[in-house]
């Protein structure tokens, strides 16, 4: 009974209460907002979390080895990286990072989602490429986080 009474709560709190991150200006939210192509050379790459399990939980991303920041629940970073290569995007996970492997073409937008999964103890984060208009109606629904701040050890 008190093993039960455990996991309740451990779920009850992975699934209820709200994290949250630094955020960027209202301004450069909206700016990234209007999906304009990325740099010269470059490919931009949007990184969002809208899902609803997990809510008070934060969880790191990096994009080859360096962190874009700490997700929380309705946010999004957007980063620029070289065009014409792979990248490797990773993000904390219940026992280990969670890696997505890319190449991303010059010149265009790339949309990640990052989702959260229940483990035994603690929630879980994975990552998935989403076709970009559905990444377009996800973004614009959420804020911007502010970059570079992670908790987890590279």
């Known amino acids: 009974?008190?093993?039960v009474s455990v996991f309740a709560l451990t779920a009850a709190l992975l699934i209820s209460g709200c994290a949250s991150v630094d955020m960027a200006t209202k301004a450069e939210?909206?700016?990234a907002k209007e999906f304009n192509p990325p740099s010269d050379g470059k490919a931009g790459v949007y990184v969002y979390r809208d899902s609803f399990v997990g809510k008070a939980?934060?969880?790191d991303v990096w994009v080859d080895g360096v962190c874009i920041g700490e997700t929380a629940p309705d946010v999004f970073f957007y980063t620029e990286v070289a065009g014409g290569k792979n990248h490797k995007l990773d993000t904390e996970s219940e026992f280990s990072p969670n890696t997505l492997?890319?190449?991303f073409e010059t010149g265009k937008n790339y949309f990640i989602r990052q989702f959260i999964k229940l483990g035994v103890f603690v929630g879980g984060a994975g990552?998935?490429?989403v076709p970009e208009d559905e990444g377009k109606v996800a973004?614009?629904?959420l804020?911007?986080?502010k970059p570079g701040s992670c908790s987890g050890a590279r």
Request: glycine share 0%; aromatic share 0%; no cysteine.
């Open 127 to 129: 990552l998935e490429q």
């Open 101 to 103: 492997e890319l190449m």
């Open 139 to 141: 973004v614009a629904k």
């Open 1 to 3: 009974m008190k093993i």
């Open 57 to 59: 939980l934060k969880k």
């Open 29 to 31: 939210s909206a700016k």
């Open 143 to 145: 804020e911007m986080a």
